[in-house]
């Protein structure tokens, strides 16, 4: 986490700089196929950030050597537009977004049943169109709502949130000023289902009190953006039985 | 990876291009409906939307502060890059830029810098030491079919609307990026043995050579470009310019019309 | 539900959602177990049928089963073998004992190349998704003519109708020949002005095929058929 001390990052009314009470998370809207060449698709928008996820698969995995004869493989590409941001990002891939896709695979590879298709290739490409803290987040729920939009088997999606701590205080889902000014970060991907985590990560500094608080926000927010994630799945396929 | 074209498609296309028919219904030289949003990325200084049947692109622009070549030390620089991603479409690969979305890239980066739509001197901050350097930046999100068309669209329609993020550079107050122009790119590929405008998927898929034409306000050409494999003759390429004028006032309007609202 | 039979109602569901509790019914496709529940793998619409829980999914990949009638196209050419693009994850396999003409060793470019458009059956699929592609049979042959249109593979059924009656209605109002291939790919040979009407037609079926409107607009559409006149 950067410098903290010298911002304020609450409001002497105790909201944060945004207006938003310290467990409120910022607003979500999804929408499912919204790219007509992908076999799946999602656009999720959650404060300022905006990710677009397409699926394409399963085919067969190439080169040769990826491939695993009693499973699929999930080759994830999380990338930032060069105009994500407000500094211009270079083109290419680079060590975070490096990072963030191998996780991102794996978290998404523990909830598709990949055993159905062996030696087969689901590719997803995740796609921030703008930036403003918490993409990764963002791109998981983008990851999960293309995947099934794309019909690939899943036991259960996965939802991307985060909280962290500002001034001492735990807050959730961080914007831009909290992430960069702020004491922690703790992403996660929860199976809203089972309330599972396929997903974990953390920078920061967390006491295991403030942890514990942080985590309920997560899962509270989970259970929000969960019931948006299937309001757009099934808006997609509103109009009568198949 | 090389798509696989069916024989059928291209008889079927050939087909119908001798009773003047395409395969989604449209007239030869008709588009399909464009749609143009600007302003829609947050953290781009200027950015645009532009969709085009199955054509998805995003295109958001980006400053920077430079110094300046030294063999032009009063101007400032403009480039346009364009970025095939493996989310557009089942046939891109990941890895390294590919030569097509080079060509891409550097065909609207000729039609726009050839325009002159910017004065690359405005661009210039103290001579010899500080110059802006503009960066388009194109996205294309789903491959439906003509997405050079779509490219050139949102990048000038982007570029049209970007402010110059001067006072986060502090070096004065922002404003508005003088845009003199509207260059407008529009593309026709030989379908069936004979040209048609803004190609489908399929269309591409099994068709030939195309060709690039971009246009200024004035309606003099800015730049060029034939793609793939095949020859066209002088009166073909007389007949597609005649049809790019018009196409291209279209589009041109509806930059304006957006900007407008 | 009080019937136990197919009186369930038809529910759309996300994966990871419960369906219901076990209670001895058996799990179906588009479904797992899970703790006594079970559990939704699938977008798609539930269904109960022979006391068996499953979820029919409304977008799929196709996935090859023996027996299947299938449109493939020829994506690469060896010796004596052809591989075959059938809209899957995989290629199939066609080898030359099983296409339909007598093929010398090293003749099979001879017989069809590298886009060409066939009507298969898919001899066998393996566990590990190799498929073999069988030519020999009643009507298997190369397409010489006509066109392909792709449909997602979960509005097959609803494009053939119930027995078949839909794509007979389009095949007379289109005066055209029309062949349904399992992997979501269908041939069309008419004239011009059928085959365009039924490309129109298979359009509808992939924009409203899974609306209850579906068959108010086929019926509209009809109005507009070229063949109207003779029907």
């Not at chain 2, 990325?41 to 070549?69: C, H, Q």
């Not at chain 3, 006594?36 to 409304?58: M, Q």
Request: hydrophobic share 40%.
């Amino acid at each position: 986490m950067g410098g903290y001390g010298d911002v304020q990052l609450l409001r002497d009314d105790g909201l944060r700089l945004d207006g938003r009470k310290i467990d409120e998370m910022r607003p979500v809207a999804i929408e499912a196929g919204v790219l007509p060449a992908a076999d799946g698709s999602a656009m999720v928008t959650h404060g300022l950030n905006v990710a677009v996820a397409a699926v394409y698969g399963p085919m067969e995995a190439h080169p040769r050597k990826i491939q695993r004869q009693d499973r699929a493989v999930i080759d994830v590409r999380y990338n930032m537009a060069p105009f994500s941001t407000s500094d211009r990002i270079r083109p290419g891939y680079n060590r975070r977004s490096r990072e963030i896709s191998k996780v991102t695979a794996e978290a998404l590879e523990s909830v598709v049943l990949v055993e159905r298709y062996p030696r087969s290739k689901i590719r997803v490409e995740i796609e921030i169109l703008a930036a403003e803290a918490g993409t990764r987040c963002v791109g998981i729920t983008a990851a999960a709502v293309a995947l099934a939009d794309a019909g690939i088997p899943m036991r259960d999606l996965i939802v991307g949130v985060a909280s962290g701590k500002v001034e001492d205080t735990v807050v959730l889902d961080l914007d831009k000023a909290e992430d960069n000014y702020g004491q922690a970060d703790l992403p996660v991907g929860i199976l809203p289902n089972t309330g599972e985590i396929a997903f974990l990560q953390m920078d920061g500094d967390l006491s295991p009190d403030e942890f514990n608080l942080a985590m309920e926000y997560n899962f509270k927010a989970a259970a929000e953006i969960h019931e948006i994630m299937v309001d757009a799945l099934k808006r997609r396929y509103e109009g009568g039985e198949n | 990876m090389v798509e696989l074209v069916p024989t059928l498609l291209r008889q079927e296309l050939a087909r119908l291009a001798e009773d003047d028919l395409r395969l989604d219904g449209r007239g030869r030289w008709e588009g399909r409906e464009v749609t143009l949003e600007t302003d829609c990325l947050y953290n781009a200084e200027g950015s645009a939307k532009v969709v085009m049947g199955d054509t998805i692109v995003y295109a958001g622009v980006k400053f920077e502060l430079r110094t300046p070549w030294p063999d032009r030390p009063a101007q400032g620089s403009l480039m346009c890059g364009a970025e095939l991603r493996p989310v557009a479409h089942r046939k891109y690969e990941p890895g390294p830029p590919s030569p097509q979305s080079i060509e891409l890239g550097r065909v609207v980066d000729r039609g726009i810098r050839e325009s002159g739509c910017i004065d690359m001197e405005s661009l210039c901050i103290v001579p010899g030491e500080k110059v802006w350097g503009v960066m388009i930046d194109i996205h294309v999100l789903s491959d439906g079919g003509n997405i050079f068309d779509a490219c050139g669209l949102a990048a000038i329609a982007a570029l049209r609307t970007a402010v110059v993020p001067a006072k986060r550079f502090d070096v004065g107050e922002d404003y508005t990026l003088k845009v003199n122009g509207t260059p407008i790119m529009s593309s026709f590929t030989r379908v069936g043995g004979r040209y048609i405008y803004d190609p489908s998927e399929e269309e591409e898929l099994g068709g030939d050579e195309r060709i690039h034409i971009t246009l200024g306000d004035e309606g003099h050409l800015h730049s060029l470009q034939k793609g793939l494999r095949g020859v066209f003759t002088p009166a073909e390429f007389a007949e597609i310019f005649e049809v790019a004028h018009l196409r291209c006032t279209e589009l041109r309007k509806l930059v304006a019309n957006q900007e407008g609202n | 539900m009080s019937n136990g039979q197919n009186g369930a109602e038809l529910r759309l569901v996300t994966p990871g959602m419960a369906i219901g509790p076990v209670a001895g019914k058996r799990v179906g496709s588009g479904a797992i177990a899970q703790n006594d529940t079970i559990i939704a793998t699938r977008l798609g619409w539930t269904k109960e049928f022979n006391n068996t829980v499953s979820v029919d999914p409304i977008n799929s990949a196709y996935m090859p089963r023996s027996g299947d009638l299938i449109v493939a196209v020829v994506a690469e050419v060896r010796n004596n073998l052809w591989f075959m693009n059938i809209n899957g994850p995989f290629q199939g396999l066609l080898p030359m004992s099983l296409a339909p003409w007598k093929v010398e060793f090293g003749a099979a470019r001879q017989h069809m190349g590298i886009g060409d458009v066939v009507l298969a059956r898919v001899q066998e699929v393996d566990e590990c998704h190799n498929v073999v592609l069988t030519m020999k049979g009643v009507g298997l042959r190369r397409l010489n003519q006509g066109t392909v249109v792709n449909v997602p593979i979960n509005h097959i059924d609803r494009l053939r109708g119930e027995g078949n009656a839909t794509v007979q209605r389009l095949r007379d109002a289109s005066d055209s020949r029309i062949i349904i291939g399992e992997n979501g790919r269908v041939w069309i040979d008419g004239d011009a002005e059928g085959t365009a009407w039924a490309r129109q037609a298979v359009a509808l079926t992939q924009a409203s095929g899974h609306k209850t409107t579906f068959e108010a607009e086929l019926s509209a559409l009809e109005q507009n058929a070229p063949k109207k006149g003779d029907a």
